[in-house]
């Protein structure tokens, strides 16, 4: 099978990981409060920016946005980190994936670090962590390998559209310190994350897809496309305009919603994820963002 | 109050969902059984019903059916005893 020299990267990541073992505690510096007027999201990656709302903002309503979009955004990540874990740890050492479970382990340990920068930042600094609003759905019984392959997919699309993210607002020099450097480790771990993810989910859908039927092949691309806008969901969040002491705050995250602005920038930050995906056929459209 | 609520609450899944009309939804609608609304419209309209209820959803307390119909909305989220 196609595991062998995928078995070759695992041992590789295995071994950065390892050089770059860090100490979450130690990692980050927290300064006791933050600048009033700093920045914590790069302008052009707020979930607003580019609306009539935005524009008419001042300068420290700008700023204390930034701040509670960062907030969203950390929390955003924890939603997406806390079954990730759960997910990782329980196909730690079956069957299908014991040749990749010390790399599982470190991405489990990487994932748990995250939690804590993340979660640092928002309870240091904002006092709560957003709760998440993704509400569980039933569904019916999984294919053969389906559920292993939602899994890492959703994972896969979680990662990439964040990482977008933080590669932008680590090179921003135009945000304090702290949100930088946050953005910045995050970076370095996805980047392992992501050669893992893309090769498990080429493996997983070439191995299992062949297997499923007509139905559960539209229905496992269905489920794809519908992770996007739920994620993309959770980046616009009514709280975030509320904190920032926005009166309307569910009209402000309609209009920014519904943005062209906002559109471009969904299709902007999904482009090379959904590129990905259709050209290994796990989608064959665009979906809607 | 109690009608107020419901009607901001049919208004916004008439305008969401864009083919039904205002005549045709009734407060019983099974609105979720019939794909008025879709499970991933679900997390707006808690973004929504918090805006209308002024106090946050609590989505790991909630209770299976809490959207199936604008009747169910109203007594899981506005009604007296409603957490
Ligand atoms: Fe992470
Ligand atoms: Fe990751």
Redesign the pocket.
């Known amino acids: 099978m196609t595991m062998r020299p995928f078995q070759k990267t695992v041992d590789r990541l295995c071994e950065i990981s390892r050089r770059g073992y860090t100490n979450p505690y130690e990692a980050i510096e927290w300064p006791e409060s933050l600048p009033p007027d700093g920045l914590c999201t790069s302008p052009e990656l707020i979930s607003i920016y580019g609306t009539p709302t935005y524009d008419a903002l001042t300068t420290e309503q700008r700023a204390k946005l930034s701040f509670f979009e960062a907030i969203n955004f950390y929390s955003l990540n924890i939603a997406g980190e806390k079954p990730?874990v759960e997910g990782l740890a329980s196909r730690l050492h079956k069957k299908r994936f014991e040749s990749y479970s010390p790399y599982l382990h470190h991405?489990l340990d990487?994932?748990n670090k995250?939690m804590i920068y993340f979660g640092t930042f928002c309870t240091k600094y904002a006092g709560r962590i957003y709760p998440d609003k993704k509400v569980p759905l039933g569904r019916r019984e999984y294919a053969e390998g389906e559920e292993d392959f939602l899994f890492f997919a959703k994972v896969m699309v979680f990662?990439e559209l964040v990482d977008v993210f933080n590669q932008r607002m680590a090179k921003d020099d135009r945000l304090i310190p702290v949100a930088r450097h946050i953005n910045f480790l995050h970076h370095q771990?996805?980047t392992r994350?992501l050669v893992f993810g893309r090769q498990m989910v080429h493996d997983l859908f070439r191995e299992y897809a062949p297997k499923w039927s007509p139905e559960a092949l539209a229905s496992v691309r269905e489920t794809i496309a519908g992770y996007f806008s739920a994620t993309w969901r959770e980046y616009h969040n009514p709280q975030i305009y509320r904190d920032t002491g926005l009166s309307n705050a569910y009209a402000i995250y309609e209009e920014g919603f519904d943005h062209e602005a906002s559109r471009a920038r969904r299709r902007d930050v999904s482009s090379s994820c959904v590129k990905l995906l259709m050209n290994l056929e796990v989608l064959l459209e665009e979906p809607v963002v | 109050m109690s009608t107020e609520i419901r009607s901001a609450l049919r208004a916004w899944v008439v305008r969401k969902n864009g083919k039904i009309s205002a005549e045709q939804l009734r407060d019983d609608t099974p609105i979720i059984e019939e794909r008025v609304v879709t499970s991933l419209q679900i997390m707006d309209l808690i973004l929504f019903i918090e805006e209308l209820r002024g106090a946050p959803v609590d989505v790991e307390s909630l209770r299976g059916g809490a959207f199936s119909s604008i009747n169910a909305i109203y007594a899981a989220f506005f009604a007296k005893e409603a957490a």
């Open positions: 990730l991405f990487e994932e995250h990662e771990d996805e994350h």
